[in-house]
């Protein structure tokens, strides 16, 4: 009865709605700024999510902040600030946490945060109630260590802010002693539609990268993935270190290093590998398919001196051959027919399977070799031997550390925790193989990862150090990367040495290093603790595997250990809970780290469906000049155009591989950017860069120098100073003042401002960030990508023609950081096809 009311209710005010929505609604609930900071420092990797949200009603309300997070890393800090005040979440033991949310919710207070789990994402959520017409920023901190996997770092950054957002923006910056090889931006987020929101720079040195996004409004809501509630998906930024030397990278910092070892000058070891693969009746339809798909081209990757085994099981056990077999032609043909007939049936006899299959691997022991057993299941043990504590001291007393088993737990119906587990007491780790339409590349990726053995029996030691992360490999697989942190001795850099030694194919190889000075960090002193903090993380996540497998008082003393460090770098890890007590009410919350296997939970509503019923339209606080005070535009041009020319100044144009650079005479007025319509971008060039920009859309002009801006329209009249943030938002037209950059979006372009220094003197750098694919763009930015081909005798071919460029290199001011980065210097006329005289200007 009552919801037939309320319902009744709704329709009725809809109706009114419809009636009387004028066509700008403010939204109630406006997040005026996204921002996302990623920094790296030898992999470490720090992101920061800042989000500013605003309540925009006239009466208080719940404003919720929610954000995945990468699973591999640990929420380091959460903090909120409403009205000035902030509230620092503070990390506690788990079930301290949970003793102390409980009270709360038995007095009736709201739900804790609730974490669910996706492939490679967690989410992260909290809520807190706003008073009206007031504002709140959110604050997350989290940390991860970037793994290497088949040759490359993946560092994942998921955007989705519930809403498009003018202010939003993505900075990363990498910072790579001995260089990176390569850095690529991928995911979801470089589609078409936004794809030349992003940009990236190496410098010369290789040591350092940026990445940056910044897509406009407009943008947000027309990527692959995005709608009216704006962005939602991820920015995949992949990369690579070199390796000169094959002993490692060693760095050190404040009592603190880190080793990281992955040589490449080693031959493959040939291997022996056992498929073990459940063919139980609960694998049939697509996962069996799947699995006899990925299976084939495993067995297709499988090297002339490798030796494979394959056995399928459901209560009973078959084998393709009794004992493992080479990789000929010959067998590898019979070995496809076999798994071609692979038909799902019966029940899961993981013990008899994994017996049978060490088995195999122990009675044709071959010398030179390395042995890997790969089990991959979907179900319970439900046939044989049923105790999982059985089968795991059965399996371990069997392999006896002599080879690794990994285990591959296909959907969700798998005991995962029984397969970890034993996985991990043979030194193999488990997988989640996701029920989905890729779940063959999957099985294939997991292949690929271990499918090269490089070193067999590693053993890491470190002369001077102490307090080490594990230092004993039972692998090392080529693409992977072998990490070790610790604390050194004395702080005493001189004692400090690395001793790897490990079993190569047929010999035994030893490398050695110690530490010298260039290895010792000289990085900002914000990141100067990383390597303390990394050695932390890594430590952290060890313990936690290690305790999986233990038992008794070991378990308790590394559960114990994990958590003093997790709790004394405020990590949030499974052993803690991140406690925010919010203003009103002291009410609390709880992060918990969601445990990997729970199946995706979606208890959680309120936000989306609120965020459908929202119009967005920015209205946020403007520093209004006095509309009657005139603007002191024409005297300002006029004033400035008198400078003289001395010299060029060199551009930059993206291009794959390496950028196209050229230069500019400095002294005249250019036409930036212009696409024939609603938006003029023209700029004052002077030695070093631009001294005046002039910007023009519809009605609507600012003209920025580098002492202040002014923003003018029929109405408004705005000035913005560097280094005093502020902002101005109108229909189309949002600009923010940041302390170095003016961002400005007009209609459908986004063009970033950044002012810069040189030898004393302020200068402008626009970076436009956006543009459609019209072709009738001009302007010296308008051609945000070239295509070109490398030609030998350092030759480029531009469009049919044929150009000298030698390698140079130029400033990349369109990052704060201003890197030196290599570039080919082309004639001006072949990289922006056309005469300087094309692209100048009368009049700002
Ligand atoms: C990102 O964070 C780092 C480290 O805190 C800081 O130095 C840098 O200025 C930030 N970058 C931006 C664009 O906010
Ligand atoms: C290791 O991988 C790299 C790149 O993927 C490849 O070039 C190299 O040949 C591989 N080494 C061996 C021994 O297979
Ligand atoms: C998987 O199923 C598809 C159609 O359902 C079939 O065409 C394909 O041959 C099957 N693959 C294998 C390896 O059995
Ligand atoms: C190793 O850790 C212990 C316990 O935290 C500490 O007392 C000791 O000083 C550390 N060793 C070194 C060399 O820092
Ligand atoms: C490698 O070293 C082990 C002992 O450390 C020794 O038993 C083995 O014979 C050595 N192998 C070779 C090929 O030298
Ligand atoms: C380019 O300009 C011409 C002439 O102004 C116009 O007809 C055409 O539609 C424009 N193209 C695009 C893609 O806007």
Redesign the pocket.
């Known amino acids: 009865m009552e919801r037939a009311t309320i319902r009744l209710t709704l329709l009725s005010l809809l109706l009114i709605c419809v009636i009387s929505t004028p066509i700008k609604k403010p939204r109630d609930v406006d997040i005026y700024s996204f921002h996302i900071n990623s920094t790296v420092n030898s992999r470490y990797a720090i992101t920061v999510i800042t989000s500013r949200v605003a309540n925009r009603l006239s009466e208080s309300k719940e404003i919720h902040f929610q954000v995945k997070i990468p699973k591999n890393a640990f929420i380091s800090k959460f903090r909120m600030t409403i009205e000035g005040k902030t509230y620092d979440g503070v990390v506690k033991k788990k079930e301290e946490a949970q003793q102390q949310y409980s009270a709360a919710v038995s007095r009736g207070e709201s739900a804790g945060i609730v974490g669910s789990v996706g492939r490679t994402l967690e989410e992260f959520k909290t809520s807190v109630t706003v008073a009206a017409l007031s504002k709140v920023t959110f604050e997350l901190t989290y940390e991860e260590l970037l793994k290497r996997r088949l040759g490359k770092y993946k560092l994942q950054i998921n955007a989705q802010p519930m809403q498009p957002v003018a202010d939003f923006k993505i900075d990363v910056y990498i910072n790579e002693n001995p260089g990176i090889s390569f850095l690529e931006v991928q995911g979801g987020l470089k589609t078409q539609e936004l794809f030349n929101a992003v940009i990236s720079t190496l410098a010369d040195s290789t040591k350092e990268a940026w990445v940056n996004f910044y897509p406009t409004r407009e943008q947000q809501t027309k990527c692959e993935g995005c709608g009216e509630n704006g962005l939602n998906g991820d920015l995949l930024i992949e990369y690579d270190v070199k390796r000169p030397k094959q002993n490692g990278e060693l760095r050190a910092s404040n009592g603190y290093f880190v080793h990281y070892f992955a040589p490449t000058d080693i031959q493959q070891i040939p291997k022996n590998m056992v498929f073990i693969i459940d063919r139980s009746g609960s694998m049939h339809g697509r996962k069996i398919n799947q699995t006899r798909t990925a299976m084939l081209k495993i067995l297709e990757d499988l090297g002339q001196d490798d030796y494979f085994g394959l056995i399928i099981f459901d209560s009973e056990v078959d084998v393709w051959k009794a004992e493992l077999l080479q990789a000929t032609k010959q067998n590898l043909k019979q070995a496809k027919d076999f798994v071609k007939n692979i038909k799902d049936r019966g029940a899961t006899d993981i013990n008899a399977a994994v017996l049978k299959g060490v088995d195999m691997i122990k009675r044709y022991p071959r010398e030179g070799s390395a042995s890997i057993l790969i089990l991959l299941t979907d179900g319970d043990p439900t046939s044989g031997e049923t105790n999982t504590e059985r089968i795991q001291a059965n399996v371990k007393a069997v392999i006896g550390g002599k080879f690794p088993l990994y285990c591959l737990g296909f959907g969700f119906d798998v005991n995962f925790d029984f397969l970890e587990k034993m996985a991990l007491e043979n030194d193999g780790v488990a997988r989640r193989i996701y029920e989905d339409s890729d779940a063959d590349l999957q099985l294939q990726g997991f292949y690929e990862e271990v499918a090269t053995t490089l070193l067999t029996d590693v053993q890491l030691k470190y002369p001077g150090g102490a307090n080490l992360t594990q230092t004993s490999f039972r692998q090392y697989y080529n693409g992977s990367e072998i990490v070790v942190a610790g604390q050194i001795t004395d702080n005493s850099l001189e004692t400090l040495q690395t001793e790897v030694i490990a079993i190569s194919k047929n010999t035994n190889v030893t490398y050695q290093d110690s530490i010298s000075t260039k290895d010792v960090i000289d990085i900002l002193p914000q990141h100067e603790n990383f390597i303390q903090r990394l050695w932390a993380y890594l430590t952290v996540k060890q313990l936690l595997e290690k305790e999986v497998a233990l038992k008794g008082i070991e378990k308790e003393a590394a559960q114990k250990k994990a958590l003093d460090l997790s709790l004394k770098y405020e990590f949030v890890t499974p052993l803690t809970s991140m406690v925010v007590t919010k203003p009103q009410e002291e009410e609390t919350q709880v992060a918990h780290k969601p445990k990997e296997g729970e199946k995706p939970t979606t208890t959680y509503h309120g936000l989306k469906d609120d965020m459908h019923s929202y119009d967005y339209e920015m209205s946020y606080s403007v520093a209004r000049m006095d509309p009657l005070k005139p603007v002191p535009r024409p005297t300002f041009i006029t004033q400035t155009a008198v400078i003289q020319t001395v010299g060029n100044v060199r551009f930059l144009i993206s291009a794959q591989p390496k950028q196209i650079c050229y230069d500019t005479p400095a002294g005249h007025k250019l036409r930036l950017f212009s696409d ?1 319509s609603d938006i003029s971008i023209n700029g004052q060039l002077s030695d070093n860069g631009f001294t005046l920009v002039a910007i023009h859309y519809k009605t609507a002009k600012l003209l920025v120098s580098p002492a202040e801006s002014v923003y003018s329209d029929g109405e408004n009249s705005v000035k913005f100073v560097w280094g005093q943030p502020s902002s101005h938002e109108s229909e189309n037209i949002a600009i923010f003042q940041r302390s170095n950059e003016l961002d400005i979006t007009m209609g459908s372009v986004r063009v970033v401002l950044l002012i810069h220094k040189n030898r004393g003197d302020d200068f402008l750098w626009p970076v436009v960030h956006q543009q459609g694919k ?3 763009i001009t302007g010296i930015l308008g051609k945000a990508d070239l295509q070109y081909e490398e030609l030998p005798g350092s030759k480029l071919k531009i469009k049919d023609q044929e150009v000298e460029a030698p390698q140079s290199s130029a400033i990349d001011y369109r990052f704060s950081a201003a890197p030196r980065v290599n570039c080919w210097l082309v004639p001006f006329q072949s990289a922006l096809q056309g005469e300087l005289s094309d692209f100048t200007v009368s009049q700002l």
Request: glycine share 0%.
């Open positions: 024939n019209d072709p009738n």
